[in-house]
């Protein structure tokens, strides 16, 4: 069974602030999905990631693939009240064009 | 847009009852799959669907029944419910195999087993 660990669990910070999450797994992965989940809805992606050392860019945050595609990292630049909530990674399941394995998140609280 | 529709939002059952989870999608996707999320567990996939008449288990279907008769909707049906099944359900679809493209998810059910 390949495993999706996440770090941190929990993360409070300051507005303003700088943060980095990461994503890791057991075993090598072909693509991997960030998704972010507030309070009372379900997730929403943010990006896919599909080639072993891709950056990419979406305003404030930067996602990064490991050259050895089993892990990620998400930085998050001058944190917002907006950015709140739970980001979970996501890759497909090994063996299975269809099923998701999803990482238990890293829930992030980012004080006015 | 409405996306993926759940209902209902909340539900409150007694142990050894049975009800049906409603998800409708109006994108035409093919793909469609039920998770259950809980505190320290993540998201976890019950049954999934890639077509109408097409089904499979997931990581943890067992309580659970479902049917895909069209490409709208997958309900998700529980047989007799107990208190493990006291979670956040979620439904989603996509237009390809998850994992690549985007999946869209409702906003969830949130059911009480007592």
């Known amino acids: 069974t390949q495993l999706l660990e996440q770090s941190p669990q929990f993360l409070s910070i300051q507005e303003g602030e700088n943060l980095t999450v990461y994503c890791n797994s057991s075993?090598?992965?072909?693509?991997l999905q960030w998704y972010r989940q507030e309070p009372g809805e379900g997730p929403v992606l943010l990006v896919t990631v599909v080639t072993g050392g891709e950056v990419k860019k979406l305003k404030r945050l930067t996602f990064q693939f490991g050259d050895a595609r089993k892990d990620s990292s998400l930085h998050i630049t001058a944190a917002q009240p907006g950015d709140t909530g739970l980001y979970l990674c996501v890759i497909k399941s090994g063996g299975s064009n269809y099923k998701l394995t999803f990482g238990k998140g890293t829930l992030l609280t980012v004080n006015p | 847009n409405a996306g993926v529709t759940q209902t209902p939002k909340f539900q409150v059952l007694k142990t050894g009852q049975s009800m049906t989870l409603q998800c409708a999608q109006d994108?035409?996707?093919?793909?469609m799959s039920w998770y259950r999320q809980d505190p320290g567990m993540g998201l976890r996939l019950i049954h999934y669907?890639?077509?109408?008449?097409?089904?499979d288990q997931g990581e943890v279907p067992n309580g659970y029944n479902v049917s895909r008769s069209t490409t709208e909707d997958f309900p998700l049906r529980l047989l007799s419910a107990a208190p493990s099944q006291t979670s956040v359900y979620f439904c989603a679809s996509s237009a390809s195999p998850p994992g690549t493209t985007e999946a869209f998810f409702g906003q969830g059910t949130r059911l009480t087993v007592v």
């Open positions: 075993s090598v992965f072909s693509s």
């Open positions: 669907s890639v077509g109408a008449g097409i089904t």
């Open positions: 994108m035409n996707h093919e793909y």
